[in-house]
């Protein structure tokens, strides 16, 4: 059972415009939520984070949203670029010391010129 | 980037011989761990380790093992390779926080 779903495989979204990847979880211990990018042939790269004490969390054109009572986070990038287009992972850890990911099936972001 | 480096890149080995991925890091990171990544599961953790010679499993550990040595390796071994064992294998590493750092991947197909 998937702790951790991405229920949308793909999104086509045009350059300039607004991408939202959205993620879900069923495990209310989850205590902090990551997104990673990832490009063919490459590892997974870190790209943001969120705590559950917060609700939103930005860095450049890349914010989070968490609303814990529906779990369910976002992301958005604004503007979306054509470099952006890649494979999006979302990630949960909770505090157990072992601080492994639990991570989402992914979702391929395609940013259209 | 944490400096981790993964070989060999590529693999192609034939079912039942075993097989060792190894996994380097230059960042002196306690945590380490061994993920796969197969279509429509997204990255699952097969073993990790919280400093040498301490590991434990993930939720996908049967059929491989782990050990760690050294602060800056990470061994991964598939005793005797199954056709279910073909994916892409990564190495990560963590520190005090809870970010993770990817290495490049290990492709493995099991004929």
């Known amino acids: 059972d998937q702790q951790v779903k991405q229920n949308s495989p793909s999104l086509s979204v045009q350059e300039g415009r607004i991408s939202i990847l959205n993620c879900d979880y069923t495990n209310s211990m989850f205590d902090y939520f990551l997104w990673y990018k990832k490009y063919p042939a490459e590892g997974p790269t870190f790209l943001i984070s969120i705590s559950s004490i917060k609700d939103k969390n930005e860095d450049g054109r890349f914010t989070v949203f968490l609303n814990k009572s529906a779990k369910h986070l976002s992301l958005h990038i604004v503007p979306s670029q054509p470099g952006d287009s890649a494979v999006y992972f979302c990630?949960?850890?909770?505090?157990?010391?072992?601080?492994?990911?639990?991570f989402g099936s992914g979702t391929r972001l395609q940013v259209q010129p | 980037d944490a400096g981790i480096t993964q070989s060999p890149r590529h693999k192609v080995t034939e079912t039942g011989t075993p097989v060792t991925l190894r996994c380097h890091q230059t960042e002196n990171h306690r945590y380490m761990y061994w993920y796969r990544q197969d279509p429509g599961h997204g990255l699952r953790l097969i073993h990790y380790s919280y400093g040498v010679k301490d590991t434990d499993k993930g939720e996908v550990s049967d059929g491989y093992s782990v050990s760690r040595s050294k602060t800056e390796d990470f061994l991964l071994t598939l005793e005797s390779a199954t056709s279910s064992q073909t994916s892409v294998y990564f190495c990560?590493?963590?520190?005090?926080?809870?970010?993770?750092?990817f290495g490049p991947g290990t492709r493995l197909t099991v004929t």
């Open positions: 990630a949960a850890s909770m505090d157990t010391g072992r601080r492994a990911l639990t």
């Open positions: 990560a590493t963590g520190g005090d926080t809870y970010e993770q750092y």
